[in-house]
């Protein structure tokens, strides 16, 4: 039986070219979106289960996420989906407090949860598990002040990824973080409007913005459950724009 991957937000960008790359690969893929439709080519495919939850929605995670992550069912965990809004430093504390809010809760809290329900449906069956987290490279190297709330979700998201890491090893539980830079997806493109589009080149060792495929295959690689002794590690990938 092939292994069973989860990932949320594949409807677009990233997660679209994560689903696609890892159905090629011959897994069965169970993908997540809050709004946009599917991709055709998924909805055709049976190796496909696509379902609608939003991240902000406690009781979405309960209600459409939590009975097939506490099953024990799936082998690989990604949680892709997040958001990337901007709320000035001096705006008022109302307005930049609920794009904190919102941001910790779809791209930490929401995660957190996925996973804790992921791993203890693992331990309870006594079968291995793979956790990858897309995080950013805001989480090493911070973000502008409008994204702070944005890069700290991602370090947050990055220290509960090494903290799994860390303990369940011996558990058959490996995780690992992928910290992309700028990605050409939609959400690169709202930079484009607060930062200008010059911004998402002017650091990279290329011309062109790193495409989501990259990000893919390195998701591919973790998948295979082969560098186990990598866990906890961090993967960056930003076109050398910032080098740990
Ligand atoms: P994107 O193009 O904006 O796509 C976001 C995906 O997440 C969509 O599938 C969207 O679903 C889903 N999503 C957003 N909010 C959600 C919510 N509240 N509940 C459930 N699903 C939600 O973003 P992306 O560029 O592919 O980013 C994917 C991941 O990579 C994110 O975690 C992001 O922080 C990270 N990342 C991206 C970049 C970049 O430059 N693009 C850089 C570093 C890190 P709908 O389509 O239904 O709205």
């Known amino acids: 039986m092939s292994k069973h991957c989860i990932i949320t937000g594949c ?11 890892l159905i090629e690969d011959g897994y069965r893929v169970t993908g997540t979106r809050r709004s946009a439709p599917f991709p055709e080519e998924f909805q055709s495919n049976s190796r496909f289960n696509g379902l609608t939850a939003d991240l902000a929605e406690n009781s979405d ?3 459409v996420l939590g009975p097939l992550l506490k099953s024990g069912e799936a082998d690989v965990l990604i949680n892709n989906a997040g958001i990337f ?10 307005q930049w ?4 809010d919102r941001t910790q809760q779809v791209n930490l809290r929401a995660p957190a949860l996925l996973t804790k329900w992921f791993v203890n449906a693992c331990l ?5 598990g793979i956790v990858i987290n897309i995080a950013s490279r805001a989480a090493y190297r911070g973000d502008t002040q409008e994204y702070a709330a944005y890069a700290a979700s991602k370090a947050g998201l990055t220290a509960f990824t090494k903290s799994l890491a860390r303990n369940l090893g011996k558990n058959g539980i490996v995780a690992y973080t992928i910290a992309p ?3 050409e997806t939609d959400m690169a493109l709202e930079s484009v409007e607060v930062l200008g589009r010059e911004a998402l080149t002017r650091d990279s060792a290329f011309d062109e913005i790193t495409t989501p495929d990259e ?4 998701v591919s690689f973790l998948a295979k459950g082969e560098v186990k ?9 930003n076109g050398g724009s910032y080098m740990i």
């Open 124 to 128: 309870e069956k006594k079968k291995e």
């Open 97 to 100: 407090l609920d794009v904190w």
């Open 85 to 94: 809004t901007d709320a000035a430093i001096w705006s008022d504390d109302n």
């Open 229 to 237: 002794h990598m866990t906890g590690s961090t993967l960056h990938i």
């Open 11 to 21: 409807s677009r960008g990233i997660g679209k070219a994560i689903a696609g790359r």
């Open 181 to 183: 830079g700028f990605i």
């Open 215 to 218: 990000v893919a295959a390195i």
């Open 61 to 63: 995670l309960e209600d």
